[in-house]
Each structure stands twice: as structure tokens, then as C-alpha cells.
């Protein structure tokens, strides 16, 4: 049967790196890290409104697309050997491979089977596990570290429980729990060790930028890192016609999280207006505007650039896949709109 662990879904900017689609990212950007993704013929069991993957919309294992692309379906042992062939070729700079689950009762033992098979075929680079929690719990977090695991992200996605249970709980007819997931941040600190475990947080699916900010400081409180992620509506799905999110609020977003994951301020450091929009940061008189640089860059694990898939290439960049230039830091530091902010690393 094609299913997993023997067969995965690859995202389409690691399949170009593999050799099996032909082309290269614009602007040659890098794809550092191998995204993989569960393939079930009965599909997902979830149904997270902002997903191509989602049971009503994928309806089936035909499915398409997540993050606008497809994600050719590849035999996990010949991604296994390009890898290898491919491992430590600075022509590639492959740094990381990620597991990536779908909702379903296999996804756990399945991500377990596939890292297990990975160090099988004698792969050294850094592995991180993206894990949902309504089918992840401790005793597989610890049986994916014992495979050779070395990271994990809890895919918790929504800021607020408010957003959560609107985009992928109950009102959505989709079972997952946000109790459930926040109790998974603990998990996979306990299991992983602190900043090497972690949260997805995406900005725009409807969480005020206070409820973002709160999050990611609840997360670094509990030791874990922060993976932002900009929204773009997939097609097909319920909030295929919402916006993507706007790019000063995720410039906001970026600086906040650079902050917070740093030590460098904490919430009490933030001015919200009543709407929950940040209006001001006190930050401290020595941050540099090279300093700053890397609020700008894709966060997450090490080596996980995700060039292009916030948005279209071609767009402004909204998680930057290469050092910022300082050009591309003074753009953003003026796109996020904070005065006090613009005043002070601009003029
Ligand atoms: S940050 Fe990247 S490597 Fe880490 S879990 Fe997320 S997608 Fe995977």
C-alpha cells in the first residue's frame, strides 16, 4: 500500500534540491532543510480551516496542495539515498531534515519508523520533528528522540485559544485541543530540552498582535522557541479569501519575537493600543540596527529556511532566507510602522 512510513509527501522546494523536480529558487536561495510530510490514503483526520490538507477540503489523499505548492509523493528509501549523496555537498548545504505529521492515529510510530530510518541510512544531519499534539504525546516524543531526533516543534499554529478553537477545534468540526497542545509545549521541553523544542505560531489567521505577543512570551517562559509563520490563504480552503496577513503587523510580529526569544525585553516592554496592535517597544538604548538583523530572517530550528513560503517569490519577503542585507533591515524596521522604532534606527 502507499502509504507511510515507506512512501512521504516532499515539499516542492526540496524535491528540486533532491533532483526529482527540475529548477532552482529565485534569487538562488537555499532550501537547507528537507521538509517531509506524512502521506495516509485516507487523508487527514483534522480540519483546520487554513489548511489544503484539511479533511474537507483535501477530501481524500489526493490532495494537493499546503503552502500553495504541491508535495510530490516520493518512496522514503530514494529520498533517504539522495540525501545521503547529497549530505555535507556545499553545493546543496542541506542542514536539517524535518518529519512533518498529519493528523492521524499512525503519525506518531510512523514518525518514529521514518527518523529511525533516516540514521539507518548513516544521515548525520540535525533532525526535527513537527508533531501534532492530538496524536503526539511524551512516550513518543521520547521514542522519536531515542530514533535520533534532535529537535521538536508542537504545531500549536493559533496564538489564542480564542483563534484555535475558531480555525481548528470544534466550531470547525475539527477535534484538536488547545488545552492538548499547550500541555505538548511542556511535554516536548521536558523530552527535548529547552530551545529544542518549540511552537509553530502563524500570524494572521485572527489573533490580535497582544495575543501573539503573549504566546511567544508564555512559550520562551516555558523554554520553548518560536517558529513564525505569515499567513497566505490556500486555495480551496475556508479562509482561501482572507488576506494574507499585512506585512507591517508581521514586521512587528518578527521584532517581538527576536526581542523576547533574545531576553532582551519581556511583554511588560510592549504598548498595545486598544485594539491589540503594538504601538511601541521600549528597547534598550544599545541594540544596533545589525543587532536587529536577524528579527527579520526565518525563525525556527537551525538551518530551516523556508525560502518562499510565506508568499510569492517575487513579493517583499516576509521571512528572509539569508542574512538580511542592511537595506532589506531599514525596509523592514520602516514597514513595521512604529514611530519611536523608525525615529531611532532611521534618522
Ligand atoms: S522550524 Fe522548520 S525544521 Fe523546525 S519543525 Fe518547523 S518546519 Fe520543521
Not at 489526493?62 to 522514503?76: A, Q
Not at 531534515?97 to 533516516?118: M, N, Y
Not at 488547545?178 to 523530552?191: K, L
Not at 511588560?268 to 521600549?282: C, L, Q, V, Y
Amino acid at each position: 500500500m502507499i502509504s507511510s512510513p515507506d512512501w512521504v509527501r516532499l515539499s516542492f522546494g526540496a524535491d528540486m534540491v533532491l533532483g526529482f523536480s527540475p529548477g532552482q529558487f529565485l534569487k538562488g536561495a537555499l532550501n537547507t532543510t528537507i521538509n517531509l510530510l506524512q502521506y495516509y490514503p485516507d487523508g487527514c483526520k483534522a480540519n483546520c480551516i487554513y489548511c489544503g490538507q484539511a479533511r474537507e477540503v483535501a477530501k481524500g489523499p489526493e490532495c494537493k496542495t499546503l503552502i500553495r505548492v504541491e508535495w510530490p509523493l516520493r518512496k522514503l528509501d530514494d529520498v533517504l539515498s539522495r540525501i545521503k549523496e547529497r549530505e555535507g555537498n556545499p553545493e546543496y548545504g542541506l542542514q536539517r531534515i524535518c518529519v512533518g505529521q498529519l493528523a492521524h492515529p499512525r503519525a506518531s510510530p510512523d514518525a518514529i519508523e521514518i527518523t529511525r530510518r533516516i540514521r539507518e541510512h548513516g544521515i548525520e544531519l540535525q533532525i526535527s520533528e513537527l508533531v501534532t499534539a492530538t496524536y503526539t504525546f511524551k512516550k513518543h516524543m521520547i521514542e522519536m528522540r531515542n530514533a535520533g531526533a534532535d529537535m521538536i516543534d508542537v504545531a500549536i499554529d493559533a496564538a489564542s485559544k480564542r483563534v484555535f478553537d475558531a480555525v481548528r477545534g470544534k466550531t470547525v468540526r475539527s477535534m484538536h485541543s488547545w488545552d492538548r497542545y499547550i500541555q505538548a509545549i511542556d511535554e516536548a521541553v521536558e523530552v527535548f530540552g529547552k530551545m529544542n523544542a518549540g511552537i509553530h505560531l502563524i500570524i494572521g489567521l485572527g489573533e490580535t498582535e497582544k495575543e501573539a505577543v503573549e504566546l511567544m512570551q508564555y512559550a520562551h517562559n516555558r523554554g520553548a522557541k518560536i517558529s513564525l509563520f505569515a499567513f497566505y490563504p490556500e486555495y480551496g480552503t475556508p479562509l482561501g479569501n482572507k488576506k494574507p496577513v499585512p506585512l507591517n503587523v508581521y514586521r512587528r510580529t518578527q521584532i517581538a519575537r527576536w526581542l523576547i526569544e533574545n531576553d532582551i525585553v519581556d511583554i511588560n516592554s510592549f504598548k498595545f493600543d486598544e485594539k491589540g496592535r503594538i504601538i511601541d517597544i521600549d528597547i534598550p538604548a544599545d541594540i544596533s540596527l545589525e543587532e536587529l538583523a536577524p528579527a527579520f530572517m526565518t525563525s525556527g530550528c537551525p538551518g530551516c529556511n523556508r525560502p518562499y513560503s510565506n508568499e510569492k517569490p517575487g513579493s517583499r519577503l516576509k521571512n528572509i532566507p539569508w542574512y538580511p542585507t542592511k537595506n532589506q533591515v531599514i525596509s523592514s524596521i520602516r514597514a513595521a510602522e512604529i514611530d519611536n522604532l523608525a525615529k531611532r534606527f532611521l534618522n
